[in-house]
Nanobody
Framework: HVQLVESGGGSVQAGGSLRLSCVTS????????IVWFRQAPGKERGGVAG????????YYSGSVKGRFTISLDNHKNTVYLQMNSLKPDDTAIYYC????????????????WGQGTQVTVS
């Protein structure tokens, strides 16, 4: 089993920055790949960024590439999402998800999910 706890959400003005954290624990193989998703009101949950826990290969959706950076600190078992140049369209609940393999941004492929953290950009 894998546990994920997100934090770092909040309200920020357009052009500002936030850093989200996802603390992971539990079965290592179950959290080899950590992916950030987001869901805005009335919209489908979509992928934002992903990272392999070993090796550090990273993936980004087109809408955030160049503005968001995903990283990990293995000593703290934490995956970060640094979000710069935020836009109102980035407003959503942000979730981190975990799985054994990278499965693109297919939300149904990731077994474990955190509770989410709200990001509001005005």
């Amino acid at each position: 089993h894998v546990q994920l706890v997100e934090s770092g959400g909040g309200s920020v003005q357009a052009g500002g920055s936030l850093r989200l954290s996802c603390v992971t624990s539990g079965d290592f193989y179950g959290r080899r790949c950590i992916v950030w998703f987001r869901q805005a009101p009335g919209k489908e949950r979509g992928g934002v960024a992903g990272i392999w826990n070993a090796g550090g290969k990273k993936y980004y959706s087109g809408s955030v590439k160049g503005r968001f950076t995903i990283s990990l600190d293995n000593h703290k078992n934490t995956v970060y999402l640094q979000m710069n140049s935020l836009k109102p369209d980035d407003t959503a609940i942000y979730y981190c998800a975990a799985g054994e393999l990278w499965s693109n941004f297919d939300r149904w492929a990731y077994k474990y999910w955190g509770q989410g953290t709200q990001v509001t950009v005005s």
